[in-house]
């Protein structure tokens, strides 16, 4: 063997190790995620992913908004495995892209493709897709004048996808009781609950889902034939002109209209007085059985931006340790975002 390569040999050598090393968050005997988790195998990994996002967002000002949704709607569903980016293979995927909460309106799955293809320029097969997620989240709301926190990593990417599970997703229509119990299904309580949908604080939702059954509240709610009474009547009338009754259920509007790109506290501001999007939104500070659990918090957020960072900040921490894959003998690094390896 030629002198000259013995140094390189024995630096690969060093670097197998060394990603021996850091692939794993050891806590006592089990691994878990940790924020140091890619420091020696690829530690420009979140200024990779912020800067695919900074140059989406010149040409997409909603792309922030996106991104975090594909977060939660991966974790929720088989945990935070990056199941949602699979593309359906027939007979072997049925994706979770084209289940009702995401068809025609989870997004950003292009802006995902770039942030991988970025990082396996960096540090080929390192950072999973299910990672690349949890930073375009922090990295989405940090941008939007939200909170930072530090992202927890090293979970890999899942070889499945869950088409019924995606489907069961938390709905617009939905009661507290039934939200609650969705969110405790994975872990999480009143505070996580509220904390997280704070996250309507910037993006956009279509008229379907307040104009259309059976989430109307508009012209039938709950098949009443009239609005939905917990809805502020300026703003109803306001959205009647923008979703009138058998309109295009597809046109778009903000959800937090008084500042519609801004990660801030004006969600809880908006529930106070009744201007809520969806159902889901109001009920937390309106249903009956809100009253001493949900509406308390949604309170609390409402006066404080700081107690509201601070919970965020807490409860995506605590979404994205949902059942995170560690053991790679179920899990892999995909080389593609969108199809499992060796498939
Ligand atoms: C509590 C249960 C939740 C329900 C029922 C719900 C439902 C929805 C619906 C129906 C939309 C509009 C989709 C469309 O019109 O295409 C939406 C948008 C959005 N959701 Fe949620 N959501 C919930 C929780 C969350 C959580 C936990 C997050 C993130 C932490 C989140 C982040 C977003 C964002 C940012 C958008 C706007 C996305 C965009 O503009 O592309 N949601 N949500
Ligand atoms: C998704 O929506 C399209 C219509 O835009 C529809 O043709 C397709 O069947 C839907 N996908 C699934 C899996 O239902
Ligand atoms: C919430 O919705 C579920 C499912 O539709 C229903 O069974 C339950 O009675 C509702 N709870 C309340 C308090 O309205
Ligand atoms: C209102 O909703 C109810 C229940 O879904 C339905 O039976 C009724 O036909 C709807 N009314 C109109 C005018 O569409």
């Given at each position: 063997?030629?002198?000259?390569?013995?140094?390189?040999?024995?630096?690969?050598?060093?670097?197998?190790?060394?990603?021996?090393?850091?692939?794993?968050?050891?806590?006592?005997?089990?691994?878990?995620?940790?924020?140091?988790?890619?420091?020696?195998?690829?530690?420009?990994?979140?200024?990779?992913?912020?800067?695919?996002?900074?140059?989406?967002h010149k040409s997409d000002v909603r792309i922030y908004a996106s991104l975090i949704r594909l977060h939660f709607h991966d974790c929720f569903v088989q945990g935070c495995d990056g199941s949602l980016l699979l593309d359906g293979v027939p007979g072997v995927i049925n994706s979770e892209k084209g289940a009702p909460p995401n068809n025609n309106s989870a997004r950003g799955f292009?802006?995902?493709?770039?942030?991988?293809?970025?990082?396996?320029?960096?540090?080929?097969?390192?950072?999973?897709?299910?990672?690349?997620?949890?930073?375009?989240?922090?990295?989405?709301?940090?941008?939007?004048?939200?909170?930072?926190?530090?992202?927890?990593?090293?979970?890999?990417?899942?070889?499945?996808?869950?088409?019924?599970?995606?489907?069961?997703?938390?709905?617009?229509?939905?009661?507290?009781?039934?939200?609650?119990?969705?969110?405790?299904?994975?872990?999480?309580?009143?505070?996580?609950?509220?904390?997280?949908?704070?996250?309507?604080?910037?993006?956009?939702?279509?008229?379907?889902?307040?104009?259309?059954?059976?989430?109307?509240?508009?012209?039938?709610?709950?098949?009443?034939?009239?609005?939905?009474?917990?809805?502020?009547?300026?703003?109803?009338?306001?959205?009647?002109?923008?979703?009138?009754?058998?309109?295009?259920?597809?046109?778009?509007?903000?959800?937090?209209?008084?500042?519609?790109?801004?990660?801030?506290?004006?969600?809880?501001?908006?529930?106070?007085?009744?201007?809520?999007?969806?159902?889901?939104?109001?009920?937390?500070?309106?249903?009956?059985?809100?009253?001493?659990?949900?509406?308390?918090?949604?309170?609390?957020?409402?006066?404080?931006?700081?107690?509201?960072?601070?919970?965020?900040?807490?409860?995506?921490?605590?979404?994205?340790?949902?059942?995170?894959?560690?053991?790679?003998?179920?899990?892999?690094?995909?080389?593609?975002?969108?199809?499992?390896?060796?498939?």
């Amino acid at each position: 063997m030629p002198s000259s390569t013995r140094p390189r040999a024995a630096a690969a050598v060093a670097g197998v190790l060394a990603a021996a090393v850091a692939a794993l968050c050891l806590h006592g005997a089990a691994a878990q995620l940790c924020e140091t988790y890619y420091d020696d195998t690829c530690p420009d990994a979140y200024n990779i992913v912020k800067q695919v996002l900074i140059d989406a967002h010149k040409s997409d000002v909603r792309i922030y908004a996106s991104l975090i949704r594909l977060h939660f709607h991966d974790c929720f569903v088989q945990g935070c495995d990056g199941s949602l980016l699979l593309d359906g293979v027939p007979g072997v995927i049925n994706s979770e892209k084209g289940a009702p909460p995401n068809n025609n309106s989870a997004r950003g799955f292009p802006v995902v493709d770039k942030a991988k293809a970025a990082l396996e320029g960096a540090c080929p097969g390192v950072v999973s897709c299910a990672d690349i997620l949890a930073l375009a989240a922090e990295i989405s709301v940090e941008l939007s004048g939200g909170p930072k926190w530090g992202v927890l990593l090293g979970r890999l990417d899942g070889t499945t996808a869950d088409f019924n599970g995606a489907s069961n997703l938390p709905a617009p229509f939905e009661n507290l009781t039934v939200l609650q119990g969705k969110f405790k299904a994975v872990g999480l309580n009143d505070v996580d609950l509220v904390a997280l949908s704070g996250a309507h604080t910037f993006g956009r939702v279509q008229c379907a889902n307040i104009a259309d059954a059976p989430a109307d509240r508009l012209y039938n709610f709950s098949g009443t034939n009239r609005p939905d009474p917990t809805l502020d009547s300026a703003y109803r009338a306001f959205l009647s002109q923008r979703c009138p009754r058998n309109g295009n259920s597809m046109v778009l509007n903000d959800l937090d209209p008084t500042t519609p790109d801004i990660f801030d506290k004006n969600y809880y501001t908006n529930l106070e007085v009744n201007r809520g999007f969806l159902t889901s939104d109001q009920e937390l500070k309106s249903s009956p059985q809100a009253r001493g659990t949900t509406a308390p918090i949604v309170d609390q957020f409402a006066r404080s931006q700081d107690a509201f960072f601070k919970s965020f900040a807490q409860s995506m921490i605590n979404m994205g340790n949902i059942k995170p894959v560690t053991d790679p003998s179920v899990g892999e690094v995909r080389c593609n975002c969108r199809k499992v390896n060796d498939s």
